[in-house]
């Protein structure tokens, strides 16, 4: 696995690590995080095991809004490491992942419908789990529970349709 020195040397100073239960985690900022990514698809981190993101509105220490989580596995060897980007509105565009790991292609439309982080050059960033005329990002910590009202803007679907 490489070292934080490593990774610092080559991809800047202002990377921080920490760990938690055995755990490594690398925080990279946004424009540099595709490249963190596919110099470490080549150092044997060749399984994206998870890509989501998390809302850190009002938690009292955090200083960015979102991260995107990138869980990557080296199959060989066993390790793991995560990799979190921040982010904070309005730029809330990373490059999308999936000219390194194919997988990311539905994650990334999952973490776009329910965040609306977009991911720039992804082949089909469009709503996976809401319907197309929802306009809201319902794992927002901002998003009330019961909604806004929008369902009444939703076609009625009769069991002999669905």
Not at 23 to 28: E, L, T, Y
Not at 114 to 128: C, E, N, Q, S
Request: glycine share 4%.
């Amino acid at each position: 696995m490489p070292s934080l020195e490593e990774i610092r040397a080559k991809f800047g100073d202002e990377i921080e690590e920490s760990t938690f239960r055995d755990n490594r985690r690398v925080i990279v900022p946004a424009e540099r995080a595709f490249a963190l990514l596919a110099w470490l698809k080549e150092q044997g981190f060749n399984m994206l095991v998870d890509l989501t993101a998390v809302d850190y509105l009002e938690y009292p220490k955090a200083v960015d809004r979102f991260h995107v989580v990138y869980a990557l596995l080296n199959v060989d060897s066993g390790e793991r490491l995560i990799v979190k980007t921040p982010l904070n509105p309005p730029e809330l565009e990373l490059p999308t992942v999936t000219t390194l790991w194919m997988g990311a292609n539905w994650m990334e439309r999952e973490v776009y419908d329910m965040y609306g982080i977009v991911f720039a050059g992804h082949p089909d960033l469009r709503r996976i789990l809401m319907p197309d005329e929802f306009t809201a990002y319902p794992l927002r910590k901002d998003y009330p529970r019961k909604g806004y009202g929008e369902r009444h803007n939703f076609p009625v679907i009769t069991r002999s349709e669905s």
